[in-house]
């Protein structure tokens, strides 16, 4: 005790921990994003974090090195920029002020820092970004759509359009800019898991691009490259944007590795047939609807190769007055969290199936084998149910006719529901909980931070703000669900 008092009154002297200088940057971003494709922007702002270290630790000056080949920086050499040592302790949309990106383009870039004390950190990992159309007149092709969509009413479009290329291409980027949703297909395969692309925007201002890497999916040969648009949250601001339905611009950017490079672009050489998915509702408050699947209109394999495109016709070209585009700088919308079936119990002529919480995002119906060609399911969703009995809608319903045959399933596509009671009718008995399953739809980001404490109630609260925030955060911006 006296040895333990000693040390504490009188002071120990312990040796000094030893320093190796501040760890290397890491969490490198460009535009806010990890290894973006395709940026809108010629002096794009790169952006670290340095890691935890000692007390008192703090970024004095930076080097930024950015070259156009992983080799070329790997060696030490930025032969696109080389910022030398600034005395700043700017970590966060610092901007790029090297040569000139072109479109297409592909950088590598790493940073180092110096410490209070003028210590240099390690230099970080590489990260990377490509530069896509910076404007709308770097954008190649036409508007196409549906003629047959008249007001945002009628079948969802397919569009696809067959390739023959003498060799595969050793590079291939698509950009797609749709005015609704879209998705893209390479000979019969969807790309990404992204859902609901791109992100909400006012289409009478500005639409949002993507980049996709098509490389290693387009073959020597015969290609097919397919579109299949959606109607979105398009009905009211596509009136101001011309009206039409959802219409898409796309440029496909192919590089070879013994001929010259090649563009193909949308026009009216791409060819059009009507979906076996109708919207239902107008999509506004009150009804905002869902969609009518006609499951015996589907074609499996309409974007393949292959298939047999004879009896489609040519795709519609529209002129809306879409100012800018603009690349989407933002992660895509993803399907996260599950959500399960709590309990079932009847209503008239149907089911009311409750999934235990409200959540944003889709729900999914395997349907009984012995299901009858031509039986139509009527589902309702409600984020509330009043003392009544009735159910608050908002509209919210999808419509799903049966082919028969087995292994049929309902799935939202092109549109999301904000929920927790799905009523379910025509069904001939109640669903097996294994048969229903509930996906969260919220931008992709990761977290960036946890909290847990020992007080239950606290973490309960913490964990209903972080639902209630995914469930809001539809393409990155905070959504008024009513209901909520």
Known sequence: ?????????????????????????????????????????????????????????????????????????AAGRGNLWDSGKVESDRSQWVAYAGQPLAKGSRSWWKVRVWDQTGVPSPWSASAWFTVGPLSASDFRGEWIGAGWMK????????????????????????????????????????????????????????GLYRAHDLSGRLVKGRNCIGLWLGRG????????????????????????????????????????????????????????????????????????????DSGWQPATVHHPPTPIIAAQMMEPNRLLDEVHLA???????????????????????????????????????????????????????????????GGERFRNRFNYAAFRYAIVKGLPRAPRPDEVKGRLITTGYESGSTFSCDNQLLNEIHGMICWTYKCSRVSNRLLAIEGY
């Open 1 to 73: 005790m006296a040895v333990l008092l000693a040390m504490i009154l009188g002071g120990v002297c312990l040796p000094p921990v030893a320093r190796g200088g501040p760890a290397a940057p890491d969490d490198l971003r460009c535009e806010g994003l990890v290894d973006p494709l395709g940026i809108d922007r010629a002096e794009p702002r790169l952006c670290w974090t340095i890691p935890p270290g000692e007390q008192g630790l703090a970024q004095t000056a930076y080097q930024i090195l950015v070259a156009d080949s992983p080799a070329g920086l």
């Open 343 to 405: 309990a079932v119990r009847p209503i008239g002529g149907g089911f009311v199936l409750d999934m235990g919480r409200n959540y944003t995002g889709w729900f999914e119906l395997a349907l009984p084998d012995d299901i009858a060609r031509g039986t139509k399911i009527e589902i309702e969703f409600a984020d509330k149910q009043f003392a009544n009995g009735g159910f608050q809608t908002y509209g919210q319903r999808s419509v799903y006719v049966a082919r028969g045959g």
């Open 151 to 206: 007001n945002n009413e009628g079948p969802l479009p397919w569009l696809r359009k067959t390739i023959e290329l003498e060799e595969a291409p050793v590079a291939a980027t698509a950009y797609v800019c749709a005015l609704g949703y879209y998705e893209l297909y390479v000979n019969g395969r969807k790309l990404g898991d992204d859902v609901l692309s791109p992100a909400v925007s006012d289409y009478g201002k500005r």
């Open 233 to 308: 949250w398009s009905t009211g601001t596509l009136k101001k944007a011309g009206g039409g339905g959802p219409m898409v611009k796309a440029e496909l950017s192919l590089a070879f590795d013994g001929s010259a490079p090649l563009a193909i672009a949308t026009d009216t050489t791409w060819k059009a047939r009507p979906s076996h998915i109708t919207p239902l509702g107008r999509g506004t408050s009150g009804s905002y609807g869902g969609e009518l699947v006609e499951a015996e209109k589907e074609i499996a394999d309409w974007s393949a190769a292959d298939y047999d």
